[in-house]
């Protein structure tokens, strides 16, 4: 990845990112234009057409899933996949993945965790 993003390239990223985390959260769009002090109506007609990012939004954003502005606009692919709940993400599906290609029947009983 080029290190040097122009601002509009940093924003679509950045836009990307945010939907990325509200889905591995598990959040609905309105939790997110909530955050960012959106009107729904704003949201849709705005947001995701423009190839700007608001501070307040940005601050919202980040308030919300608990990163940095850094996190979102200007961190590359490999420190943006670093961030706690993406990495853990990331290693729940491989780990989905070894454990589907591995069973033999059908799985019937809660996950075992120990504290």
């Avoid at 309105?30 to 601050?59: C, N, W």
């Avoid at 200007?74 to 591995?102: G, M, R």
Wanted: proline share 3%; net charge neutral; aromatic share 14%.
């Amino acid at each position: 990845m080029i290190m040097n993003l122009e601002y509009e390239e940093k924003v679509i990223r950045a836009k990307k990112r945010i939907e990325f985390l509200r889905k591995i959260h598990g959040l609905r769009k309105k939790d997110i234009y909530t955050a960012m002090g959106f009107s729904r109506q704003h949201y849709h007609e705005k947001y995701q057409s423009s190839p700007a990012l608001s501070v307040k939004s940005l601050i919202g954003i980040t308030n919300l899933f608990g990163i940095s502005e850094y996190d979102l606009l200007h961190s590359t692919d490999e420190e943006f996949e670093e961030i706690p709940i993406v990495k853990a993400y990331f290693d729940y599906s491989k780990a989905l993945v070894a454990y589907e290609k591995n069973k033999i029947g059908i799985w019937e009983c809660e996950p075992f965790v120990q504290n």
